[in-house]
């Protein structure tokens, strides 16, 4: 399968945005269910959200709801994390990872039940820097 790549991501201040995208050849579009991570210096990789990249249904988490929304563009194969009113504690590296997961199980692209260990391909990460 075809390496994951970030790019984007940047430095701005408090409350502003920025967009990450992630090329995923192969994925976009196909039965795979497709998450953002995000790793602060010193702490474990947790997870922004999810799509199902067959149909695109998305899930993001509570911390980032409202400001945070994930997208595809099939043409281009690329998934989107789009980053609105960032505070300072969205600082860190921000990845996109990929598994496997066929279209009658798509229930479980839901980041109240994917895990980090559920992603096989990763992306080598984009650098976000949010000043108050």
């Known amino acids: 399968q075809a390496r994951l790549a970030e790019s984007g991501g940047g430095s701005v201040q408090a409350g502003g945005s920025l967009i990450i995208s992630c090329a995923a050849p192969?994925?976009?579009?196909?039965?795979?269910?497709m998450g953002w991570f995000r790793q602060h210096p010193g702490n474990e990789r947790e997870m922004v959200g999810v799509?199902?990249?067959?149909?695109?249904?998305?899930d993001v988490v509570d911390s980032v709801k409202d400001r945070f929304y994930i997208s595809q563009d099939n043409a281009q194969n690329l998934v989107f994390l789009h980053m609105n009113s960032l505070k300072p504690e969205d600082s860190g590296t921000y990845y996109c990872?990929?598994?496997?997961?066929?279209?009658?199980?798509?229930?479980?692209?839901?980041?109240?039940?994917?895990?980090?260990?559920?992603?096989?391909?990763w992306g080598q990460g984009a650098q976000v820097t949010v000043s108050s």
């Open positions: 990872a990929a598994y496997g997961l066929p279209s009658d199980r798509s229930q479980e692209c839901d980041v109240g039940r994917v895990r980090t260990g559920d992603f096989h391909y």
């Open positions: 192969g994925y976009t579009g196909a039965d795979y269910c």
């Open positions: 799509i199902y990249a067959y149909g695109g249904a998305t």
